[in-house]
């Protein structure tokens, strides 16, 4: 994303849409997106309605929701509700999914790119917290579309994917709510490895036991990893 960021910048683009491989898009999506971040130059990012590829009119998220702190994960407004039109009004986000989001280019100029630490995971949400911080507005764009496949580069529930949860969301957690680390990694005992355990689910557990102890260990960035 970030090779792509910066030749979009060098050749004088507004904006940058970070768009998912795994999606399928609105023939209006990016048009109205640009649009509505026309419409105010305080808006620096910008999400679609993102719907489930193989159920097409359920929401996955009605541009994104808000990050909990105290628990170190995201709620996103709107999922797995059917699509009735009831989320269609524009909506002033905490942090937008990134499987669609349009960004503003003079943001990236000022509060810089995607933090390659997290590299997967949570650096959307660690970015738009940054981009917040700096007085910038995060909407959603009901009018844009987007239907998402959903976790084709990392597998839905795999071992990868349960050991960047749990280390970057702890890591964003610690980044921005210190004081709130210790409720974070409670809640992640309860939801990521008490349920695996329980399952007998010992691959996924042990990568998700990994993520904690290299987030106490200060790891970031890419790991390599075997499936």
């Known amino acids: 994303n970030n090779v792509g960021i910066r ?8 904006y940058v849409w970070l768009l998912n491989n795994d999606t399928v ?14 419409s105010d130059e305080k808006i620096g990012m910008v999400g679609s309605k993102l719907l489930y590829y193989d159920r097409p009119n359920i929401i996955q998220a009605a541009g994104g929701g808000w990050f909990s702190f105290w628990r170190g994960i995201s709620y996103h407004y709107g999922q797995l509700d059917e699509d009735h039109g009831q989320w269609n ?11 669609s989001l349009l960004v503003r280019s003079k943001l ?11 590299f997967l ?6 970015w738009q917290i ?22 084709r580069t990392a597998g839905f529930k795999s071992p990868l994917q349960d050991y960047y949860g749990v ?13 709130l680390i210790l409720f974070a990694c409670c809640y992640h005992l309860y939801r ?9 689910q010992f691959k996924r557990l042990l990568f998700a036991i990994r993520g904690y102890i290299d987030f106490a260990r200060g790891k970031t960035g890419e790991i390599s990893w075997k499936k």
């Open 130 to 151: 940054r981009a917040k911080k700096n007085g910038w507005a995060m909407r959603y764009c009901p009018k844009s579309r987007v239907w998402h496949k959903e976790s």
């Open 121 to 126: 995971y949570r650096e959307e949400t660690e």
């Open 167 to 179: 280390r970057n969301s702890l890591l964003l957690v610690k980044k921005y709510a210190p004081h």
């Open 7 to 14: 030749y979009a910048l060098a050749r004088g683009a507004d």
């Open 89 to 99: 009004k524009v909506l002033e986000l905490g942090c937008i999914m990134g499987a």
């Open 192 to 200: 990521s490895i008490l349920p695996k355990l329980i399952r007998l």
């Open 25 to 38: 898009v609105d023939k209006d999506a990016l048009t109205e997106m640009v649009r509505l971040a026309e």
């Open 108 to 118: 990236i100029c000022l509060i810089g790119a995607i933090d390659e630490t997290f």
